[in-house]
């Protein structure tokens, strides 16, 4: 096992947040999410700190969509660490987790007008306008100007799965700047009622381990900026987005936030200098960066089935139901055996899940030490995009998240329950249905 942030292995077994692994998988059951508090909050204060230092103008948001509760929101806003939420419900997390609503930038392709009026009567700090009528809903609604920076194109190709490619030439997402679009738009609303356009945002991709991506991604960017300013129109706020990647794998190599930030910090500071337009309030999101590693999912081995000069499946109690990026992204990971974590690997399994789908396959073809059914397995840096994207598929019940740090566990999110499977069922056309 390479470094995988604070995780460590003594007396051969796994720790977490200072507590045993498979001493958590035997208090709370598994499969759990087990999520270690000091992790997240000391990656999302290495942002805060390098920027303060680096840029000084800026805002660090969260990026919700990575996990998503009232606990990771209360964790970081005493950081003064805003958000990015892209949903209704998002926000409503947000804030009651705490986070200063002045400090939240509510993003979408396709905001509904009943989530616009929301945010608008919570007073969202700033809405990233992806659509031309969400601006005209916004100034319908607003009752006084609102601010808002526009998502645009800037055509940066980030060398990551084509999936989460977000700046393509046919992305769903922005207005394109090669084709004149953005500058259109923009144009189009700077003067709207009630509209305060203050910027521009973009986000290339995610999963981003090169520096070289986010310095194209600047230049293009402060490029329009300039363009901009030469029609009159006032830039104050440049979001970069985030991406910043995190280890999966061995062979994986993620740069540090101090790396990522310093380096983007000190070329937009260049390049606003050299272009001749003012220095915008730089937004960045990180979300995966500051929870993937901090995370990791607990199973029990289950059914292990040798297919003869083929492959050993190891089943577990988990699945594509509560980590569907496998299947979808062909997203790998790295696992350890929670009482043995530094023995030798000596056979070759497929971790599959517990889902009635042929592809629900966890791990493809990863060494390990020999594994019996009981065995507690540990999947690493899955602290991002798990819990947030987990389903009831096969009703089966999304797991809890422990929470850990210095010793000591407790719940983050409760366990779902059967009943709460049914909570929400009816039977059409009954009595009971009134």
């Known amino acids: 096992m390479k470094n995988y942030g604070d995780l460590k292995i003594k007396d051969h077994c796994l720790t977490v947040g200072g507590c045993k692994a498979s001493a958590l998988a035997e208090k ?84 509904s007008e009943s989530e616009i009026k929301y945010a608008l009567t919570v007073g969202v700090g700033c809405f990233v306008v992806d659509s031309i009528d969400e601006a005209d809903i916004i100034s319908k609604h607003a009752r006084a100007p609102q601010r808002v920076i526009v998502r645009v194109n800037p055509g940066v190709e980030a060398h990551t799965h084509r999936f989460i490619q977000t700046t393509m030439p046919d992305s769903k997402f922005g207005f394109s700047v090669a084709d004149g679009t953005a500058k259109q738009f923009i144009l189009s609303i700077k003067d709207k009622p009630n509209i305060d356009f203050a910027g521009v945002a973009c986000h290339i991709g995610s999963q981003i381990f090169e520096k070289q991506s986010f310095e194209i991604a600047i230049d293009k960017m402060t490029d329009f900026i300039a363009e901009l300013e030469k029609l009159g129109v006032k830039v104050k706020i440049l979001d970069l987005g985030g991406g910043f990647g995190i280890r999966y794998i061995d062979e994986d190599n993620p740069l540090t936030p101090e790396q990522y930030m310093a380096n983007s910090a000190r070329y937009l500071k260049a390049a606003a200098e050299q272009k001749g337009i003012t220095l915008p309030h730089l937004v960045v999101e990180p979300g995966r960066s500051i929870v993937g590693e901090a995370g990791i999912t607990l199973y029990t081995v289950g059914s292990i089935k040798t297919i003869k000069d083929l492959k050993t499946y190891a089943a577990v109690d988990g699945g594509m139901f509560e980590n569907p990026r496998p299947s979808m992204y062909d997203a790998e990971y790295t696992a350890v055996v929670a009482d043995r974590a530094d023995a030798e690997n000596t056979n070759t399994y497929s971790i599959a899940g517990k889902c009635c789908e042929s592809g629900d396959v966890l791990i493809k073809d990863i060494k390990l030490p020999k594994l019996s059914r009981g065995d507690v397995l540990a999947v690493l840096s899955t602290g991002a995009y798990h819990y947030s994207m987990a389903s009831n598929y096969n009703r089966n019940a999304v797991p809890p998240v422990v929470a850990v740090k210095d010793g000591k566990s407790d719940y983050m999110i409760k366990p779902q329950t059967y009943e709460d499977l049914v909570r929400n069922d009816v039977i059409p056309f009954s009595e009971n249905n009134k």
């Not at 390098?50 to 005493?78: D, H, Q, R, W």
Request: charge should be positive; charged fraction near 20%; aromatic fraction near 14%.
């Open 28 to 111: 709370y059951g598994t499969p759990i999410y087990v999520f270690d508090v000091n992790r997240a909050v000391k990656t999302a204060k290495a942002y805060v700190d390098v920027l303060e230092k680096e840029y000084g103008n800026f805002t660090v948001c969260y990026a919700s969509k990575a996990f998503c509760c009232t606990g990771i929101y209360n964790v970081l806003a005493p950081l003064g660490l805003g958000a990015d939420v892209v949903s209704g419900g998002e926000l409503y997390t947000a804030l009651k987790g705490g986070i200063d609503p002045k400090r939240i930038y509510f993003h979408g392709n396709n905001k």
